[in-house]
């Protein structure tokens, strides 16, 4: 089968063609032809070198695919081949064939394609885990959230809207903004132009319940300053570096503040097995309605990944980037 290979430490325009055996399918999963797949964020830090897969798992890149189940492993009886489905894979999904543990894999509705498929797994898994099994986000609460036009943030404003949360996001752009806006978000602030806190405090008469952070640095002060007493900040990424300095301890004791970090890829099967049949049950029907969608940026055919890389590691996006074989 082909893949898409790369040399550690790589740059995006140096990712290539390869070609490699088809993956054997063990017991307990499916083999799935591939049609899409999503590009994210942590494959541009694993061609880096800077996130390498969990022990035991496919190096090649890609944590999410949509395509056609090929083959059923002996013990798998939920699946049968031909069914049209898109799971959340810890490696492999940059290939024309990807295996993966049957208990990760979801029924792709009719109203959606393949490319559709491809962009929900890993953004809206991430961001549901962070919202509701970490952050306990409920009804009528307040949350912030940066980067809300990123993939994970256009699926976390959806999903706390769509259970009745009020959003508001930050982005660098007026186009991004709007996105985010149409999505759900109550409260626009471009962070390039206005100080979060100073907005917030604007347009909340009471504080934030919950945040989800990808920047850290000085954003974990300034979080902490509009969080609400026993709030949550649910920290996904380290965009300004994974030091924080002068973290203002006072200030947590003070509003009895939940500082967490989360990650998805190097969960337990039995954790991700959980987490997708309750995103399952209480999400995916949603997509068939429109309540929830796939934000997709832009669809490439495999011979442009690089270039998707590229936009990634650039915040040139608004959305999911989606490659085709």
Not at 45 to 59: D, I, K, V
Not at 130 to 140: A, I, P, T, Y
Not at 304 to 320: I, P, Q, Y
């Given at each position: 089968?082909?893949?898409?290979?790369?040399?550690?430490?790589?740059?995006?325009?140096?990712l290539f063609?390869?070609?490699?055996?088809i993956p054997?399918?063990?017991?307990?999963q499916?083999?799935?032809r591939?049609h899409?797949?999503?590009v994210?964020?942590?494959?541009?830090?694993q061609?880096?070198?800077n996130y390498?897969?969990?022990?035991?798992?496919?190096?090649?890149?890609?944590?999410?695919a949509?395509?056609?189940i090929?083959?059923?492993?002996?013990s798998?009886?939920?699946?049968?081949?031909?069914?049209?489905?898109?799971?959340?894979?810890?490696?492999?999904?940059y290939?024309?064939?990807?295996?993966?543990?049957a208990?990760h894999?979801?029924?792709?509705?009719?109203?959606l394609?393949?490319?559709?498929?491809?962009g929900?797994?890993?953004?809206f898994?991430?961001?549901?885990?962070?919202?509701f099994?970490?952050?306990?986000?409920?009804?009528?609460?307040?949350?912030l959230?940066?980067?809300g036009a990123?993939?994970?943030?256009?699926?976390?404003?959806?999903?706390a809207?769509?259970?009745?949360?009020?959003v508001?996001?930050t982005?660098?752009?007026a186009?991004?903004?709007?996105?985010?806006?149409k999505?759900?978000?109550?409260v626009?602030?471009?962070?390039?132009?206005?100080?979060?806190?100073?907005?917030?405090k604007k347009?909340f008469?009471q504080?934030?319940?919950?945040?989800?952070?990808?920047v850290?640095?000085?954003?974990?002060?300034?979080?902490?300053?509009?969080?609400?007493?026993?709030g949550?900040?649910?920290?996904?990424?380290?965009?300004?570096?994974?030091y924080a300095?002068?973290?203002?301890?006072?200030?947590?004791?003070?509003?009895?503040?939940?500082l967490s970090?989360s990650?998805l890829?190097?969960?337990s099967?039995?954790?991700?097995?959980?987490l997708i049949?309750?995103?399952?049950?209480?999400?995916?029907?949603?997509?068939?309605?429109?309540?929830?969608?796939?934000?997709?940026?832009?669809?490439?055919?495999?011979?442009?990944v690089?270039?998707a890389?590229?936009?990634?590691?650039?915040?040139?996006?608004?959305g999911?980037l989606?490659?085709?074989?």
């Amino acid at each position: 089968m082909k893949y898409i290979n790369f040399k550690q430490g790589a740059e995006a325009d140096e990712l290539f063609l390869d070609e490699c055996a088809i993956p054997d399918v063990a017991p307990h999963q499916v083999r799935i032809r591939v049609h899409a797949f999503g590009v994210n964020r942590a494959d541009t830090l694993q061609r880096m070198g800077n996130y390498p897969p969990p022990a035991g798992e496919s190096p090649i890149l890609g944590l999410e695919a949509a395509g056609v189940i090929d083959e059923v492993g002996s013990s798998v009886t939920q699946w049968q081949q031909g069914e049209r489905v898109f799971a959340l894979v810890p490696g492999g999904g940059y290939a024309e064939h990807v295996v993966v543990n049957a208990d990760h894999v979801m029924p792709i509705p009719h109203e959606l394609t393949f490319t559709d498929a491809a962009g929900i797994a890993e953004v809206f898994l991430t961001a549901y885990q962070s919202l509701f099994l970490v952050g306990d986000v409920k009804e009528g609460d307040n949350i912030l959230i940066h980067a809300g036009a990123s993939g994970v943030g256009l699926a976390a404003t959806q999903l706390a809207t769509h259970f009745g949360a009020n959003v508001a996001v930050t982005a660098s752009a007026a186009d991004k903004l709007a996105l985010c806006k149409k999505m759900g978000a109550c409260v626009q602030i471009n962070y390039k132009e206005q100080d979060f806190v100073e907005e917030i405090k604007k347009h909340f008469s009471q504080e934030i319940n919950f945040i989800l952070d990808v920047v850290g640095g000085e954003y974990v002060n300034r979080n902490l300053k509009v969080l609400a007493t026993d709030g949550v900040v649910v920290q996904l990424a380290i965009l300004a570096g994974r030091y924080a300095d002068k973290l203002d301890l006072g200030l947590m004791l003070k509003k009895r503040a939940t500082l967490s970090a989360s990650t998805l890829r190097n969960r337990s099967d039995k954790y991700k097995s959980e987490l997708i049949a309750t995103f399952s049950e209480s999400c995916l029907s949603a997509f068939v309605n429109q309540k929830l969608t796939a934000n997709i940026d832009t669809v490439y055919n495999v011979s442009e990944v690089g270039l998707a890389h590229k936009r990634l590691e650039s915040n040139d996006t608004k959305g999911k980037l989606i490659i085709t074989w």
